[in-house]
């Protein structure tokens, strides 16, 4: 079976020194940009089977502005700071009958993820995605290489 791992940044957050980072919200520009990742997404992916997204707001006010649709959307602590290596984890977690996920999360893990699984110089700017496939199981990405099907910063 082909899958399809979409990978999302965060749109652009606000930083508000009185917040620890993990409850930093959108900054006005990232509430612009957050509704435009949905419609990309379906566009060029079609409709996801599941979500998985960081805890921390910032992640969880671009799904809830972005309009991603999944069947399962899943909240996860790990993704929030995590390494490559911690996101390869949760992905090695993602039920077999799956075939479309989307991880929402952060840099620098997001875009070290990408340039592991793809061998591409993708940096991801806020609100960007990029999209990746293989054939195979969710844990044979790590042992082959993916293709960077797209990727877009999208802006508004």
């Known amino acids: 079976m082909d899958r399809i791992l979409v990978v999302v940044r965060h749109a652009k957050s606000d930083w508000q020194h009185d917040l620890v980072d993990e409850e930093r919200p959108l ?4 509430r612009r ?11 060029n992916v079609g409709d996801l089977d599941l979500v998985v997204c960081s805890t921390a707001v910032r ?13 399962t ?11 490559y290596q911690d996101l390869m984890s949760v992905l090695d977690e993602v039920p077999d009958d799956v075939a479309r996920t989307a991880v929402i999360g952060h840099n620098p893990g997001l875009s070290d993820l990408v340039r592991v699984l793809t061998n591409e110089p993708v940096e991801l700017k806020t609100a960007a995605v990029a999209v990746l496939t293989w054939r195979g199981g969710w844990p044979d990405v790590w042992s082959r290489r993916a293709s960077l099907v797209s990727h877009a910063t999208l802006r508004g």
Not at 27 to 30: I, K, S, T, Y
Not at 73 to 83: G, I, K, L, Q, S
């Open 73 to 83: 959307t899943r909240f996860d602590e790990r993704v929030y700071a995590a390494a």
């Open 33 to 43: 940009e957050a509704p435009l990742i949905g419609p990309w997404v379906a566009a």
């Open 59 to 71: 992640t969880r006010e671009t799904l809830a502005l972005s309009g991603l649709a999944a069947a």
């Open 27 to 30: 900054a006005p520009r990232g």
